[in-house]
């Protein structure tokens, strides 16, 4: 079945950039979304890529789309202490339902 | 920014016990869906819910659930006769197309004891 696979844990010194990397199976996939959960509290849709772009730059963050690999990655630029969360990768597919990560925890060290 | 809202944010029910958890999803949105986080595993979805009816419902989505929108802006997950294994976050999103991207509430934190 459709599947979101991404390393559990991420630990990147404060000021750096960090990378959370993602694999999904499902080919269909409409939309590739990263979403932040921070302790405690709800899923924040933090920025999303249409399936046909290789490419999406907001603000620190770039996601970078591989189709034919079916890799995405999110880069957080210049990492700070408020960037401490779960990061989710998700697949949005033909069929609308959301397929989700296991997260991703990135931690900061001073 | 419009959001979805969740309420209650935190509900302890006895086992064997009938809950509802409720959702105001954003106003223009059409498409609603609901999923759940059993702590420390991955968000799974329920079901998906669009011109009064289900579209899509997962195998955790058996009798003992059902879905509804009572009214134009409330849409509600019914857990029949609640087990310990409900206990989880539950998240409540909408959208206003299928293939546009869902936006989520801050969940509620079901307990079962």
């Known amino acids: 079945g459709e599947d979101v696979e991404q390393s559990l844990f991420l630990s990147v010194r404060e000021g750096d950039s960090s990378v959370i990397n993602c694999t999904y199976t499902?080919?269909?996939?409409?939309?590739l979304y990263w979403y932040k959960q921070e302790p405690g509290a709800g899923l924040q849709l933090l920025t999303y890529?249409?399936?046909?772009?290789d490419m999406k730059q907001d603000q620190r963050l770039t996601v970078l789309l591989n189709k034919k690999d079916k890799h995405l990655s999110l880069r957080i630029a210049d990492t700070q202490t408020g960037d401490s969360a779960i990061y989710f990768c998700?697949?949005?597919?033909?069929?609308?339902?959301?397929?989700f990560g296991s997260g991703t925890r990135l931690s900061i060290r001073p | 920014e419009p959001e979805v809202t969740q309420t209650p944010s935190h509900q302890v029910t006895q086992m064997g016990q009938e809950v509802i958890l409720r959702c105001v999803p954003i106003?223009?949105?059409?498409?609603f869906y609901w999923y759940r986080q059993i702590l420390g595993q991955k968000v799974e979805f329920l079901v998906s819910?669009?011109?009064?009816?289900?579209?899509?419902k997962s195998e955790i989505f058996d009798d003992q659930f059902s879905v509804e929108r009572p009214d134009g802006s409330n849409f509600t997950l019914k857990i029949r006769s609640t087990k310990l294994e409900d206990s989880a976050m539950y998240f409540c999103?909408?959208?206003?197309?299928?293939?546009?991207?869902?936006?989520f509430g801050d969940g509620t934190r079901l307990s079962i004891l």
């Open positions: 890529i249409f399936s046909n772009m």
């Open positions: 998700a697949s949005g597919g033909s069929a609308s339902k959301i397929i």
């Open positions: 499902d080919s269909s996939s409409t939309y």
């Open positions: 999103a909408s959208t206003w197309a299928v293939d546009q991207p869902q936006h």
């Open positions: 819910f669009y011109n009064n009816e289900i579209s899509e």
């Open positions: 106003s223009n949105h059409l498409y």
